[in-house]
């Protein structure tokens, strides 16, 4: 089956509003590691096809901070619509 099919029968079967094939990453951004996820819902979403989730230790220890970026049409808009800098806090 490709995704397009999995993501159709998904949302068939589940009875589910949105399902995404999700493609993750780690990268080192100032000497911190970082998790990105990459959250596809495949070409019926049109416009609102990639979002991107972002996830790191918190400078201070105190948790985690996580970023979401707004629903894109292309992976590029969906990476630069999260607002990395706020890693720096």
């Given at each position: 089956m ?7 029968a ?7 509003s ?44 105190s ?8 629903p ?8 630069r ?9």
């Open positions: 490709s995704t397009e099919e999995v993501l159709s998904l949302l068939k079967v589940s009875a589910a949105e399902a995404y094939e999700v493609t993750s990453f780690q990268v080192v951004r100032h000497d911190r590691l970082v998790h990105v996820a990459v959250l596809d819902a495949g070409t019926a979403a049109a416009g609102e096809r990639y979002t991107v989730e972002v996830h790191a230790p918190a400078d201070d220890s948790g985690e901070v996580s970023l979401t970026s707004n894109a049409r292309t992976i590029d808009e969906a990476l619509g999260v607002h990395w800098k706020e890693l720096d806090r």
